[in-house]
């Protein structure tokens, strides 16, 4: 039986959960060591992850350490998706699959990223030209996701199963329909009225198992720092 790999993360952050939702997926032994963002830019943690970030993972199996969430797919997909549940290794779908990966890596997190950022924490408030700017990229990035299922008619992305493209994109979509909700309380309701069949896809992405429970852990984690 393989020993649990580390998974260094953070209570808030949504892109240490997209690696807890492929370890979960593929049934791999992991446990999470939460950092405080000081912790993540000084030794002993920039000597395994140099940009001080999470997620970072140390695989005891194999003796490898690897950071950035692509790279950390890219990994497992390799390591321990044998049987390719999760993605496509030939053909079009491939290369599909990876279009749609980089797109959530330049496109979703950034972009949300930033509205999260002027909305919330950002010194000078209400630079709303800022907000304004990133909000309609939020919804611009929906919308290309909207556009492609419709046209599609299928359930995911790519052929016809869930792969790591989907998955990819679910915990920057929790921050719009659940605390922090930085585009607005009501934002849920007008995604599921715009973006009918993108609002489909992230309920049916969301009601996984494997995501449930990531996402369950991590409220509690949130949950229990307010406390």
Known sequence: MSKPIKLYSHAGGPNPPKVAIIL???????????LEFPDMKKEPYTSLN?????????????????W???AIYDYLLEYYDKSNKLQYTSGREKYQQKSWMAMQISGQGPYYGQRAWFTMYHPE??????????????KRVIGVLDSHLKKTGKPYLVGDK????????????????FPPQFMGADFAK????EFPDAW??????????AVTKVFDERLKVIMAQKH
């Open 24 to 34: 979960e997926e593929l049934g791999v032994p992991y446990e999470t060591e939460l």
């Open 50 to 66: 140099p940009n001080g970030r999470v997620p970072t993972i140390e695989d005891p199996n194999t003796g490898m350490t690897v």
């Open 68 to 70: 950035e969430s692509s």
């Open 125 to 138: 408030k209400n630079i709303q030209s800022a907000i304004d700017r990133y909000g309609g990229e939020v």
């Open 162 to 177: 869930c792969t790591y493209a989907d998955l990819a994109f679910v915990p920057w979509h929790w921050t719009l329909i």
């Open 190 to 193: 007008e995604w599921e009225k």
């Open 200 to 209: 489909a896809w992230h309920q049916r992405l969301h009601s996984r198992p």
